[in-house]
């Protein structure tokens, strides 16, 4: 059985390097969530026109990895108290989004974003967005993969590699063997 997820959380480059990760996670594609125009280009969601955050789809098997285990990884890989930005990426479409599947994603997103506010872990309030699914649209070729594809390159070493440390860290019994 296969179930899917979809995260925004910043550069999709960052998100799906860590999603990749986890025992469990089928596939992982980047693409563009919550806009407004069909089939958007990566220059118009970053010219801020189509409403849309860069977002990675997540096929899993939830026998091996849940979709709160998704959810904790989601809330632990990237800062949800700043509105349309993570790191030096700002806009609209770096903002902090969970799309729920169903009534069942959303109760559970809903419930661990409670949870994780009420402890006080960050010293602002979360901005992140829960809404419901309605498209993704596939990125460009060369935006799949990107990590392992460019692990050497200046970004993929002074972004997302700091992520897959921590991911590391924090998660080391939920990796898939070698992973970054």
Known sequence: MTEVATFAAGCFWCVEAV????????????????????????EAVCAGDTGHAEACQVRFDPSQVT?????????????????????????????????SHDAWQKA??????????AAKIWDKPIVTEI????????????????????SDAPYCQMVIRPKLDKLRKLFKDRLTPGAH
């Open 131 to 150: 809404v419901p699914f309605t498209n993704f649209y596939r990125a460009d070729a060369h935006h799949q993969d990107y990590y392992r594809r460019n």
């Open 19 to 42: 999603f990749q990760s986890l025992k469990g996670v089928l596939s992982v594609e980047s693409g563009y969530a919550g806009g407004t125009v069909a089939n958007p280009s990566y």
């Open 108 to 117: 559970a997103a809903e419930t661990m974003k409670r949870e994780i506010g």
């Open 67 to 99: 979709y709160e285990n998704l959810l904790e990884v989601f809330w632990k890989t990237h800062d949800p108290t700043t509105l349309n930005r993570q790191g030096a990426d700002a806009g609209t479409q770096y903002r902090s989004v969970i799309f």
